[in-house]
């Protein structure tokens, strides 16, 4: 069963002529990812590959691409977590960077923290030797557009982020059996200044334990924040419960208490793996076994061979 | 058995002399929390009361009297979370302020975001009319001094960090059952620009819910992130344990698969409590039917009434 790697790229209301073009960036970002376990990568190495070519594809809220923050800038979170050691690396409402995923791997292997926000990520950044990339880089004609349309005394930011492709994330087991997790993300549409979702915080934006498993999650923040979504899950299945099961649970639990909707990747020490989500769409794809599968809405399960042209 | 109130002044190894001193803030802080919800104020007031008055005790690692980072600065996390609607506010890499307790409290009533950073966190503050007040105001010459000593090249602050009185934090049951937590800190000695512990993070630095119970973590940051402290204990004492045994399984888990000490203060629904360590010292107070339970070394457990001068 093993290696697998499972990628999302955001739940909620993802409109028909969106949906396409938002599974087409998953499933090659899976492919990316589990070429990687396939050649006897880590599990790092693959989340982290998938993330990446996420961020920079222009159509996710994460990297390029991001929703803007209420003054019209990008601020992005970013998570990773390693399940042998339980090492994990953040950056909070860091700006100017290509890939945030990337500056958190930096953070868990470089520094003795787990996370590092706003300007210190950012001197972390430039002592590390990260690029700096200009802010305009970051923003894309349609991020700009919604946060304009956002700014009106009607607008609803979080009904109106549903329909936006969100966050990214992926969770994998390589072939030694070793778990991780990476999350990216720009966070809320038209969020104050300084806003930190769940993405940089571990247990809620994702978590990996060799163990029991691997989560990242993907919708309204607060609402995964509030559950400690990704920790919740895993706990669920270390009471026995497949990852799917968890997976529904946790999200049930957290539709019925804080009124929140959103979906996950889930993975088992085993190479299970699920792709749940309790709002209309979220766009996944997993790959294992060189099958590669994806959907976009609820029931939806395609297959394909991995090396079949996306 | 309600209300009750139960106060951390850190985990470390604390050394006698400071040891009175540590105990006494802790004893008069939890006495003025308790008094609040004596008088029928909520968990949430009586938390943020308790944890208010350590902030601005000097000798303790939060607000006036926080550890600096390496570039000599005070960056200060905080947290609160109201265990009835899971509501949290919290603040990461905030300078400049009094009292981070109050000013996470007012993103959790004030915004809908759970998490504000660094300058994101200070502009809120400025928008609320929260008083600004000077960085050195918040500086202590223990501090400093310290700060200095672990700038040499052979300092070990992680080591050094466990030998200062540290984080503080609160949880409470008022008497309509309602549960809350208050978390505060100065965070890691000589830690980089922009390191977010544990503290601001959701599960980790603190977790509430009525229908568990709450708790308030204090020791290594990262260790506790690692494996989310305060939602893992109340994830055990959901499947049936104690606060008592919970706070010790937690923390026995914490140290044999990440190798951190700490200690934690523990509430249940109905008012049961524990204060456990794992670390050489932890000063705590516990109020309960007018009596003040307190003590600093493992074992220790003296009390007084509650209406006794300190």
């Known amino acids: 069963m093993l290696p697998v790697l499972v990628v999302h790229g955001g739940a909620g209301h993802i409109p028909p002529e969106r949906a396409k073009v938002s599974i087409a960036g998953v499933r090659s970002a899976t492919r990316a990812g589990y070429a990687v376990l396939r050649r006897g990568g880590s599990a790092m190495d693959g989340v982290v590959e998938a993330v990446t070519q996420l961020e920079n594809n222009p159509y996710y809220n994460a990297g390029c691409g991001s929703v ?8 992005m979170d970013a998570i990773v977590m390693d399940g042998k050691t339980l090492a994990s690396g953040a950056v909070s409402a860091v700006r100017n960077v290509a890939n945030p995923v990337q500056l958190a791997r930096l953070v868990m292997e470089k520094t003795s923290h787990l996370c590092l926000t706003a300007e ?3 001197q972390f950044a430039r002592d590390m030797g990260v690029a700096e990339v200009p802010a305009e ?3 894309t004609d349609y991020a700009r557009m919604r946060w304009r349309k956002n700014l009106q005394p009607d607008a609803n930011p979080v009904e109106c982020q549903m329909g936006k492709m969100g966050t990214v994330g992926a969770v994998a087991v390589d072939m030694e059996g070793n778990i991780a997790c990476a ?6 549409l038209n969020k104050m200044e300084g806003r930190v979702g769940d993405t940089a915080c571990i247990g809620c934006g994702g978590y990996a334990d060799n163990k029991v498993g691997a989560v990242s999650p993907t919708g309204h923040g607060e609402a995964i924040m509030k559950v400690v979504l990704s920790r919740l899950i895993l706990f669920h299945m270390e ?3 497949s990852a799917e099961a968890a997976s529904d649970s ?3 639990y957290m539709k019925s208490r804080v009124g929140g909707l959103g979906g996950v990747v889930t ?3 085993q190479g299970r793996w699920a792709a749940r989500f309790s709002s209309r769409q979220m766009s996944w794809a997993a790959a294992q076994k060189d099958t590669l599968h994806y959907g976009v809405a609820a029931g939806e399960h395609f297959t394909q ?4 042209p996306n």
Chains 1, 2 share one sequence.
């Open 68 to 75: 803007l923050n209420v003054k019209g800038e990008v601020e």
């Open 120 to 122: 210190g990520a950012n």
């Open 137 to 139: 880089s970051l923003i």
């Open 183 to 188: 999350t990216s993300t720009g966070g809320m």
């Open 239 to 241: 009471q026995g419960q």
């Open 250 to 252: 946790g999200l049930a």
């Open 267 to 269: 993975v088992d020490p």
């Open 305 to 308: 061979s991995i090396d079949e």
